[in-house]
């Protein structure tokens, strides 16, 4: 074999060995990354869970005031005073606004 034939070769298997390593690294770099993406969606799940009952506030405040209000409806009813006209209404907008 001629020192060309030699030569050739090693830079063919050089550049094998380099391409081969890149590759390597690049399949490391992107199962670090599909890893830290998997936790990030993990932790966003979990949020999502752990604040799925802030959705119901605002139904749980009207129920809350349509008590309140028959509540107080039946308390001044017992006591023989005159029911207020309107008053459920102007509750409910109150916990709208």
Not at 81 to 95: L, N
């Amino acid at each position: 074999m001629s020192a060309g034939w030699v030569i050739g070769f090693t830079v063919g298997g050089a550049v094998v060995v380099v391409v081969v390593v890149l590759l390597l690294l690049m399949i490391v770099g992107v199962r670090t990354t599909a890893t830290r993406a998997e936790a990030i969606l993990d932790a966003l799940h979990a949020g999502r869970d752990n604040t799925q009952g802030l959705w119901e506030v605002e139904r749980t405040n009207l129920a809350v005031t349509r008590i309140v209000v028959a509540a107080t409806t039946i308390r001044r009813a017992l006591a023989g005073e005159p029911a207020e006209t309107g008053e459920a209404e102007h509750s409910e907008d109150a916990v709208e606004s």
